[in-house]
């Protein structure tokens, strides 16, 4: 994916930043609490923008019979949660959450005219899965591929409010290497990118018509219908303002703000940052001590994914205070593997906290720990 050095988007810089910088535990009646909102300043994050939370659109129910199109994946066991999350609080995504029944890795090859593989993180924190997105990426490389193919889909209804900021003018061209098309059709929006160093106008609008079609033999996708217990839009300025941060850390720490990349305005939106725009993640990247930084990401309704983190290879449970479930994991970035994390679920919510994997960082029970506080600090502050 190092290919950004000629003309792409800024959506795909957007990408290649993002990706080089949750069973269900169980819930105490007592935190069953109603919705409200945080009290804070605006959201200020490394990765995405935070802004505050929208109402949630109901979600669909699937009338289509689903058709699967490419079965070749390896499907690790799923274990038994110990507490399933309403069914409510799932979202419905496009093509059963399937890459390969959008678009198959023959088909990506074809269009390239060379071999390709998809590239997909080891675990998923449920973010876009609550909220009916599916995120699909090729490449011709496991490392950083000249030919990348990128799908983002959604439910027309989650993008909607953010429609001037993801369309972008076609840039299809012979005199381009890359190109961003975006479309809606049977209520599904979609964006399809592709790249290709050395070579010119690679046009994906035939790609996007096949998956558009097979969309229609699968259930309408649909965000998450939220629950009671789901958290509101949580900002950076409330992770400062309600957790010690640098007391939990045992080292100063401040807070890493990031301006608009150069030639970008802060109005356009990246489909990645949809689910924080949504007000469903919040948090901040902090820089701790002489440059380390620890990354805090509170994802509403992200439990959902919590039962598949024990099939993780190289997941491990974590023992944390109070009756929370965490784990330790591998980092999910397909493209590198420099960073650990930590994720702490209250049954419902997650927190997720991440550190580079070298000597400097916290300890995994610090980051535990850290998950803990921001959960309790959440309870406390919603009622």
């Known amino acids: ?47 995405a923008a935070v802004v505050g939370a929208v109402a949630l659109t109901a979600m669909g129910s699937p009338d289509r019979v689903a058709t699967p199109i490419e079965t070749t994946a390896t499907t690790a ?34 269009f390239f005219g060379v071999t390709m593989k998809p590239m997909a993180g080891a675990w998923a924190d449920g973010s876009l899965a609550a909220q009916g997105g599916l995120s699909c990426t090729w490449s011709n490389d496991p490392g950083y591929g000249e030919q990348k193919l990128t799908m ?16 972008e ?7 381009s290497n890359s190109c961003t098309l975006t479309g809606v059709r049977d209520g599904v929006w979609m964006s399809v990118s592709a790249v290709a160093v050395g070579q010119s106008g690679p046009d ?16 309408s996708p649909a ?16 992770v400062t303002a309600y957790v010690d941060v640098a007391g939990v ?38 820089t701790v001590g002489a440059g380390g930084n620890v990354s805090v990401r509170t994802i509403s309704g992200g439990a959902t994914n919590a039962s598949d983190f ?48 070298d000597g400097a960082s916290p300890s995994d029970d610090a980051l535990g720990e850290l998950g803990v506080r921001i959960i309790e600090a959440l309870e406390e502050a919603v009622g």
Not at 77 to 98: H, I, K, L, M, Y
């Open 1 to 47: 994916m190092g290919v950004n050095d000629e003309r792409l988007s800024a959506g795909e810089q957007n990408e290649l930043r993002a990706l080089v910088t949750a069973g269900a535990g169980r819930m105490r009646a007592a935190r069953r609490r109603r919705m409200q909102a945080i009290t804070g300043g605006a959201a200020v994050v490394l990765v």
């Open 77 to 110: 066991p799923t274990p038994t949660p110990t507490e399933e999350a309403p069914a409510g609080a799932r979202g419905v995504q496009p093509f059963g959450g399937v890459c390969a029944n959008a678009i198959t890795t023959d088909e990506v090859g074809e």
């Open 152 to 167: 983002w889909a959604y439910p027309l209804s989650v993008v909607e409010p953010f429609l001037g900021g993801l369309e």
């Open 169 to 175: 003018a076609s840039r299809c061209d012979a005199a």
């Open 204 to 219: 994906p609008a035939g790609l996007m018509d096949t998956a558009f079609q097979r969309a229609t033999q699968w259930p």
């Open 223 to 238: 965000p998450a219908e939220p629950v009671d217990e789901w958290w509101p839009a949580v900002s950076c300025d409330d």
């Open 249 to 286: 850390l045992g080292a100063p720490v401040t807070v890493a703000v990031v301006s608009p990349p150069q030639g970008q305005s802060p109005s356009q939106i990246y489909p990645g940052e949809i689910p924080s725009r949504r007000g469903a993640v919040g948090g901040c990247t902090f």
């Open 310 to 357: 024990a099939s993780v290879s190289g997941a491990s449970p974590l023992a944390v205070r109070g009756d929370y479930s965490a784990w330790t994991l591998p980092d999910d970035d397909p493209w590198e593997g420099h960073n650990k994390y930590v994720v702490v679920s209250d049954g419902v919510n997650l927190v997720r906290v991440g550190a580079p994997v």
